[in-house]
């Protein structure tokens, strides 16, 4: 096993194909592509074991790492038992026609959640302040709160697959989004209120929505939505 102080410098330029793996920032601004699957704690502190790409396990010290990630390293837990997925009407878009940025590109999403209670739908586009505002919430809300209950699945209103990456890329996105190509199609068969964006809407597995940021013609906003979330997964 390989420890902070013998980790080659070139790992953390590369990046991983791996859904499980995020990226992990070092105090020097150095990132790389690590899973992290346990942690431990001794008389200087706790680290993080990390898997990589190659297979193999490497350690580091939560005083290596920037204060951010050094903050989940002590907040982690070990994970509980995933309940099994239960189907959901979204399955015929969300099998096949997902994408995920993995590295710095948008590829195809072959092991997206799918989860046991709820969709979050992000109605977002890379041309929107108001969403550049916003998104960052979201990130930090799901990379904190992410359980098997829900996935979030961005619906995105650019009109190229360039600026859907660049943005996904600028805000670090880590959940999947729709293929451009099934988007109006999607719209079509799911028409959730919202005359504007950033727009969440939070489902059941059937489609039936419970929370959105249009209740009629009123907005209340999708921090509204993401608040309610928070409510129903206990936080």
Sequence with gaps: MKTLLSLPVILFTVTSAFAEFRTWTREDGKTAELELIS?????????????????????????GLSAADAKLIEEWKPAAEIPAAVPSVFDKFFGEDLVKLSGRSLKPCKDATRPTKYYLLYYTASWCPPCHKFTPDLVEFYNADKDPSFELVVISSDRDKNAMEDYA?????PWPQLELS??????????????GIPNLVL???????IKGSYEGETRVGPRAVMAHLATLLGK
């Design 39 to 63: 942690v431990t704690d001794a008389a200087a502190g706790k680290s993080g074991v990390f898997k990589m790409r190659n297979g193999s396990t490497v350690t580091l010290a939560a005083s």
């Design 182 to 195: 099934k988007v109006e199609k999607f719209k079509k068969e799911f028409p959730y209120p919202g005359t």
């Design 203 to 209: 489902a059941d597995l059937d489609g039936k929505l």
């Design 169 to 173: 890329k600028e805000m670090k996105m």
